[in-house]
């Protein structure tokens, strides 16, 4: 059954009210029905009791309406006469214990019976408590108030979460319930967002419980604020709009006339929250989340359909690569299918020899000298033919498969690299992207030393990118694994600068030697003033941090005569080559080094 009543919120607990006071004045808010043939009986009663502070009551003189009226209002307490003309007490008392959401909610018989034998019977059918006619005013009271108390007390235990103080899911499918039953009584649409923390299980295996838990409290109280400081939820308070569902899922139900609109504001609003750094005893800690949002009546009209379809939106939101949301629809069934069938395609494709690396060169912008290239991955597909990295990695990464491809991809860049050191190009760096889940694997070192040791190829020449969505998780973790790497004589390039979280605080905690520019900031240089000087503070706070600069997707003269002008160290994009295959690029290569005077001006 679905309580009204509540002690103590863990979430908004004030300081300043002690927890008692709270309780007792939150069970003032109960919902209390009366049934009682006599109106004087009725009165006496909600007086006695308003007295001491109760507020909502339902007051029935006519039996016959009682278990309805009871269904649609759905009390915390009801007093119950059993002597009535028509239907009487134990009738509406055995009706009601018919349902199994009103199997424990308390019911105290009002009677002036003093025969054993009714409250004997009154009892078996699930009379909670008695009292006597005529009421003793301070006994009512007592009652009232004891009984009250130990059903808030079990539906705290029963609904809600202890962690957040949160309802938790068997409440909120409850309340859902109720919700849809009003939404279809009244015409209305009703809004479902299931919120899931990204890599939550992996970040808490990383930090530990404790911390995992103070992750998940702050997420609840950033999440309820979202919904606090929003005005347009509609009926409920924002306490009840909002749920506990699972270890690391939260759920938001809206209502009313604009809750699709205001979906994609909320929506985008726990996002953004989600995003600010976590401080827990000095470990900066960065997540995200994924939602699902599904509308009812259009995507179910019943409370399953609507849970199911949520999550399916969610599931999706996290293969297009999390911190994003995403609205239900059929179309999600046929898009999961088609990333179904690709997941199952790519495990066979590193057996089936489909992947090949392609080289992009990156230039000395002084000179136009190769400095090195960047490697990347290509997916062959027998079939279906070419398909870019930006659609399979993050499929490869949701099903873990990018540990094995980019170990795959370090040691084949390893071995190429190692060849054209070995034909002289011994400054040449190569670069590799990484993946965040790699970082998140053990044995990412191992494998690198493997890599190095069996091509030969020394470490100064091996560069790995690595991009600001790695700071997910665990900082201290990523710093320990960077400084690590890097002690090995290997460089840490921040690949697709500007592009992911505003904190510069792990400039100073990673040991990067290098930052790439995004070719977003670059696609409008030098004609747009303001991406002009967005470019020009990274280049001159990068190299204040003793870090070179690359610019990648520079495709013309004018942005290449912009970057040299502001001391760009190297430039890599179709202005020069695009990317090549092993054959291409080593032919690249040779003629660029035959070259006294390079292509640049
Ligand atoms: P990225 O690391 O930022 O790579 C640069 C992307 O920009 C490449 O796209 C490259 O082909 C493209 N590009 C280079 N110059 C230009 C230009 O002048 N104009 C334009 N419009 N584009 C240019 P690509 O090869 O499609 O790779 C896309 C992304 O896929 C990469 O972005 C990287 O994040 C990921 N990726 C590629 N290979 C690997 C890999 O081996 N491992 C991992 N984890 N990710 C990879
Ligand atoms: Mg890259
Ligand atoms: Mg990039």
């Avoid at 998780?473 to 500007?498: C, T, W």
């Amino acid at each position: 059954m679905e309580p009204n009543l509540k002690i103590p919120e863990v979430l908004n607990a004030d300081s300043n009210v002690t927890q008692r006071d709270l309780r007792y004045s939150q069970l003032k808010q109960a919902t209390i029905m009366m049934v009682d043939d006599e109106p004087i009986m009725l009165e006496i009663v909600q007086a006695l009791l308003e007295d001491v502070g109760y507020q909502n009551f339902i007051t029935i003189q006519d039996s016959n309406q009682a278990v309805q009226k009871l269904l649609d209002s759905n009390p915390d307490l009801l007093l119950l006469d059993l002597d009535m003309p028509d239907v009487n007490g134990f009738d509406i008392l055995k009706t009601v214990r018919t349902f199994a959401r009103y199997q424990f909610m308390p019911i105290i018989i009002l009677t002036a019976a003093e025969d054993p034998k009714s409250k004997l019977k009154a009892l078996e059918l699930g009379a909670t408590d008695f009292l006597s006619k005529p009421v003793d005013p301070s006994e009512l009271v007592l009652r009232v108030r004891n009984t009250l108390s130990a059903k808030a007390f079990q539906d705290q235990l029963a609904y809600y979460d202890s962690l957040t103080g949160l309802p938790n899911r068997k409440l909120f499918i409850d309340r859902l319930g109720w919700e849809i039953l009003l939404a279809t009584r009244e015409n209305k649409s009703l809004v479902l967002l299931d919120i899931g923390l990204d890599r939550f299980r992996q970040i808490n295996e990383t930090i530990g419980l404790t911390s995992g838990d103070q992750i998940l409290k702050i997420a609840a109280e950033r999440i309820h604020a979202v919904i606090r400081s929003s005005d347009f939820l509609g009926r409920g308070k924002s306490n009840e709009n909002m749920a506990r569902i699972g270890g690391d899922e939260f759920s938001i139900v809206l209502y009313g006339v604009n809750c699709v609109e205001n979906a994609s504001i909320i929506g985008n609003r726990v996002l953004q929250s989600i995003k600010q750094p976590f401080v827990l005893d000095d470990n900066d800690m960065y997540l995200s989340a994924s939602i699902g949002i599904s509308v009812f009546p259009q995507d179910g009209d019943d409370v399953e359909s609507i849970i199911k379809h949520a999550a399916a939106a969610k599931d999706f939101a996290k293969k297009q690569g999390m911190d994003n949301f995403q609205f239900y629809s059929s179309d999600i069934n046929s898009r999961a299918k088609e990333i179904m069938k690709m997941e199952s395609d790519l495990r066979k494709a590193l057996e089936n020899d489909e992947f090949e690396l392609y080289y992009q060169p990156q230039v000395n912008a002084s000179n136009g000298k190769v400095m090195g290239m960047e490697c990347l991955l290509r997916w062959i597909h027998p079939e279906d033919g070419f398909i870019p990295p930006d659609v399979f990695i993050t499929v490869a990464e949701n099903m873990g498969l990018i540990v094995p491809l980019g170990e795959w991809v370090l040691r084949q860049a390893c071995f190429s690299a190692s060849e054209w050191v070995l034909q002289g190009h011994e400054a040449l760096k190569v670069s590799v992207n990484v993946s965040p889940q790699q970082f998140n694997e053990d044995g990412l070192v191992d494998s690198i030393k493997l890599a190095i040791n069996d091509s030969g190829l020394n470490p100064h020449n091996l560069v790995l990118e690595i991009t600001e969505s790695m700071l997910m998780g665990n900082i201290d973790h990523f710093a320990k694994l960077l400084h690590e790497i890097n002690d090995l004589g290997v460089s840490i390039s921040l690949d697709d600068f500007g592009t992911g979280y505003s904190s510069l605080s792990y400039l100073k905690k990673f040991p990067i030697n290098e930052l790439k520019i995004d070719k977003s900031f670059l696609t409008d240089v030098p004609a747009i003033k303001q991406d002009n000087l967005i470019v020009k503070a990274i280049i001159a706070m990068s190299h204040g941090l003793g870090q070179k600069v690359v610019a990648e997707g520079v495709e013309n003269e004018a942005q290449l005569a912009f970057l040299k002008a502001l001391n760009c160290d190297i430039i890599q994009g179709y202005y020069f080559s695009k990317p090549l295959n092993k054959v291409d690029f080593s032919n690249y290569l040779s003629l660029n080094a035959s070259l006294k005077n390079y292509r640049i001006k």
